[in-house]
């Protein structure tokens, strides 16, 4: 991996925290143009606004990756946030997905440092692979945006961007535990860089074979740090976001 990947990344793209209703829109609208018209996963009729969101939205963290260069929002992605008036209000993953007995985060102090990564949305036209065409966090070939040589070069590295903001976010809300559905291509790839999300149920058919996991932070920074420097070093800005781990 690139030594220079979080500077390359930095000089690319721009991780725009949501924080604005008007920021939340922009949010909405490219979930609908991935989720509705690219990927076919949800009804439009379902969203008629033109805008993709759902009943975790409003205890969410939403994150935007925008192209410097054109201004354009390339993906997006959110944390889901523990309910603090009710702890034991189930997140997405364990109202959709089995989970093994005793896999799961139960004890009510440890759920409220539980959140769950979710909706994760690169554009179409940020894609660079054309075999991940139909799903919602692959990479294929661009279209209606013209990118040079070293662009094309950090474009497959979008989803580790993703991740970043997610751990930001971690951070932020003083979460170490975190759940996640993912395709089993998206596993095997963090899997490679040290980014330890273990399966803790069996895998669902959900637009796709996929696997529910758990990931908690203290063992995977320290591994993502001893496998691949550099995406420690986007994902945590140099260190700046460890989530209590050193």
Not at 72 to 77: E, P, R
Not at 80 to 91: E, G, Y
Not at 207 to 221: A, K, N, S, T
Request: a negative charge; aromatic letters at 8%; charged letters at 25%.
């Amino acid at each position: 991996m690139n030594n220079d990947l979080k500077a390359a990344f930095d000089h690319y793209f721009e991780m725009v925290h949501a924080d604005t209703d008007a920021l939340r829109e922009e949010v909405f609208r490219l979930r609908y143009q991935v989720y509705v018209l690219e990927t076919g996963f949800e009804r439009a009729e379902d969203h008629p606004e033109g805008l993709e969101r759902d009943a975790f939205d409003p205890r969410a963290d939403h994150y935007l990756l925008r192209h410097r260069r054109t201004g354009l929002y390339a993906a997006t992605a959110r944390m889901i946030l523990p309910d603090a008036s009710n702890p034991s209000s189930r997140l997405p993953m364990e109202l959709h997905c089995p989970i093994h007995p005793g896999a799961g985060i139960e004890n009510p102090n440890e759920r409220m440092r539980l959140g769950e990564v979710s909706r994760f949305a690169v554009s179409k036209s940020f894609k660079r692979r054309l075999g991940e065409a139909g799903t919602a966090a692959g990479i294929s070939e661009p279209c209606g945006v013209a990118f040079d040589a070293d662009e094309r070069r950090i474009l497959p590295h979008i989803s580790l961007g993703l991740l970043a903001v997610e751990l930001r976010s971690m951070h932020k809300h003083g979460l170490i535990y975190c759940y996640a559905v993912m395709e089993s291509a998206l596993h095997r790839l963090i899997s490679r860089f040290g980014l330890t999300f273990h399966p803790i149920g069996p895998l669902v058919d959900y637009h796709g074979q996929r696997l529910p996991c758990l990931g908690r932070v203290h063992e995977f920074l320290p591994n993502i740090k001893r496998v691949a420097p550099p995406l420690w070093d986007l994902m945590t800005d140099g260190g700046r976001y460890h989530c209590g781990t050193e």
